[in-house]
């Protein structure tokens, strides 16, 4: 296995990537002190006080791709290991340096943690995940093969989509906009406490 192998890094969902929060400079290590900067005067960022360092921790959001996966006329959604809670949800991935571009990038995330093989790749939409700091790019991917976990899942689930429910955050909004684009009137419920 690659030593960059993106099993062996946080999954798109994890907390640790949420508080990427900097306190000293990773450069010269005083303490960050919030600064506007020219070009964005509205918008204090982190930044190091030392002029000659010149860094800023710019926090833009991070660009995340995620599937709703078809398999055999049903929804696959699946159980990340890093949730406590009991919550199924999309496949999602951060893209490579090495994706030619954010359909590939969705399609080998699948391949990755499903080991299904995409047969389309449709865009369904871009979503705000404001708690994390993401743009999510969400993808219809119908899909072949046998399923076999990834490390990063626990646990998958098939779902109907005649009678399958959406989280009204991210990519459940990805979820649910795709049901209804198939006919279906999709009832929201709440991600379950972790
Ligand atoms: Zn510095």
């Known amino acids: 296995m690659p030593a960059q192998c993106p099993h062996t890094r946080p999954s798109a969902n994890t907390e640790s990537r949420m508080h990427s929060r900097y306190v000293h400079c990773p450069q010269c290590a005083r303490p960050l002190q919030p600064r506007a900067h020219a070009g964005s005067p509205d918008v204090a960022r982190l930044s190091c006080p030392d002029d000659a360092c010149g860094f800023v921790h710019w926090d833009n959001p991070v660009p995340v791709v995620a599937a709703v996966v078809e398999h055999e006329g049903e929804l ?54 404001e708690r994390q700091n993401q743009i999510i790019l969400a993808y219809h991917v119908p899909a072949t093969g046998v399923i076999t976990l990834g490390e990063e899942l626990a646990d998958y689930k098939r779902v109907d989509p005649a009678r399958a429910r959406y989280w009204p955050v991210a990519t459940g909004l990805a979820l649910r906009d795709w049901l209804r684009a198939q006919g279906h009137d999709p009832q929201p419920f709440e991600i379950p406490k972790s």
Do not use: C, M
């Open 76 to 129: 696959i959604l699946a159980r990340n290991k890093a949730w406590a809670a009991p919550f199924y949800a999309l496949i999602t991935g951060f893209l490579e340096k090495t994706d030619p571009s954010p359909q590939e990038a969705v399609a080998r995330e699948v391949k990755e943690e499903l080991d299904l093989d995409a047969t389309a790749v449709n865009f369904i939409g871009h979503y705000r995940f």
